[in-house]
């Protein structure tokens, strides 16, 4: 079973000085609005309204943090976890990149996304979610760019693999990975940059991304458990069609995934 299927919602801020103090390593979801961000996250974690996806991209400005480890079994979602058994916590940032949001809400988020992503010692990796369509826009490019001096890993999700034709998923990836290698620090050495093709709808790359971002977050060591659930069953959440319908109470998220509706495995 996934580490990842343990998240539970840990804490959200809007700000960098209400940052959670703890020292675990951090894994960051970054995307546009309407890349399927919150549709992965749900997906990997196997719960239905971990992230919530909004049907108006672009209205959370907050960064809402998930924790993996110190919860048990018997334990309800909402009672406390034991924080001496915290091993990662996954970092949804705001989407960005939707044209209706005003001005000022812009600035807020690049001055959150870039303080947070450049200067968070905690932060181990950025998992960057843009659609296999159209990889790399301005936005997509600035925040690698934002990200790739600190000489962290950077893992590119390409969703919505499934609208893509054989062909044109294999020139994708290619290209991708081609864009990736371009960049080299002064020294002229690659950066630790990978990527992969991935649908929620068709479940592709689930299980390359799962083992990937547990690599990246230092899970493989991690004893496997039952993740909590709502009613302290410790039962896996039951499959279902909207598996990005509903939140989960602990803030919006911003991306609009009208063309996805899968469910978390049973």
């Not at 959150?112 to 826009?137: H, I, K, N, S």
């Not at 893992?155 to 919505?160: A, E, G, V, W």
Request: charged residues 25%; proline residues 6%; contains cysteine.
């Amino acid at each position: 079973m996934s580490k990842l299927w343990q998240a539970r919602f840990f804490t959200t801020v809007n700000h960098l000085r209400d940052l959670p103090r703890t020292t675990v390593p951090e894994i960051a979801f970054a995307g546009r609005s309407n890349a399927g961000k919150s549709t992965a996250i749900n997906i990997l974690c196997n719960q239905k309204g971990l992230a919530f996806a909004s049907k108006t991209p672009g209205r959370t400005q907050h960064i809402n943090f998930f924790s993996i480890g110190g919860a048990h079994v018997a334990m309800h979602r909402h009672d406390p976890i034991n924080m001496d058994e915290l091993r990662c916590l996954v970092a949804d940032l705001p989407g960005y990149g939707y044209a209706e949001v005003s001005g000022n809400a812009k600035l807020h988020w690049q001055r959150l996304l870039g303080d947070y992503v450049q200067q968070r010692e905690q932060l181990a990796a950025l998992v960057l979610m843009m659609d296999a369509r159209r990889p790399f826009t301005d936005l997509d490019i600035q925040m690698l760019e934002w990200f790739a001096p600190t000489g962290k890993p950077i893992h590119c999700i390409l969703t919505k693999a499934d609208k893509l034709t054989r062909n044109e998923a294999v020139n994708t990836l290619r290209q991708a990975q081609a864009k990736l290698d371009s960049y080299v620090d002064e020294d002229g050495e690659g950066f630790p940059f990978t990527v992969q093709l991935f649908s929620a709808l068709k479940r592709i790359g689930i299980e390359e991304a799962t083992a990937k971002i547990e690599e990246l977050a230092g899970l493989n060591d991690m004893p496997e458990a039952v993740p909590a659930t709502e009613d302290g069953t410790g039962e896996a959440p039951a499959a279902g069609p909207d598996a990005a319908g509903s939140g989960s109470g602990s803030g919006s998220e911003s991306d609009a995934d009208a063309d996805a509706d899968p469910s978390p495995a049973p």
